[in-house]
């Protein structure tokens, strides 16, 4: 059984920081892409930022230079440093994954159950 959990959200100040974690356990083969998408109160569901398994990242521009995506292959976990905390970054941020289980299977899309981020002016 695959799981994806997000942890390190929290209440904070403008201007603070976070670094959220999103580890992945169960039965994997490999993890390709890995995504930090957040949905704010009342707004649509949105990738912020994204990470190959080689490492390229891309970032929607509203985070560029304040979002960081990482991730630690040897332990399946991806990372989200959040620095400069904006009111509007409040949100539920969610883990995406996109793995196999086997050398030879499919790709798999997965999400974790989110860690909500909210930060107060």
């Known amino acids: 059984q695959v799981q994806l959990v997000e942890s390190g959200g929290g209440l904070v100040q403008a201007g603070g920081s976070l670094r959220l974690s999103c580890a992945a356990s169960?039965?994997?083969?490999?993890?390709?892409?890995i995504a930090w998408y957040r949905q704010g109160p009342g707004k649509q569901r949105e990738v912020v930022a994204t990470?190959?398994?080689?490492?390229?990242?891309k970032y929607v521009d509203s985070v560029k230079g304040r979002f960081t995506i990482s991730r630690d292959n040897a332990i399946n976990t991806a990372y989200l440093q959040i620095n400069t905390l904006k009111p509007e970054d409040t949100a539920v941020y969610y883990c995406?994954?996109?793995?196999?289980?086997?050398?030879?299977?499919?790709?798999?899309?997965?999400w974790g159950r989110g860690t909500q981020v909210t930060v107060s002016s």
């Open positions: 990470i190959t398994s080689g490492g390229s990242t």
């Open positions: 995406n994954a996109k793995l196999q289980l086997r050398s030879t299977g499919p790709q798999y899309n997965y």
């Open positions: 169960g039965s994997i083969f490999s993890i390709n892409v």
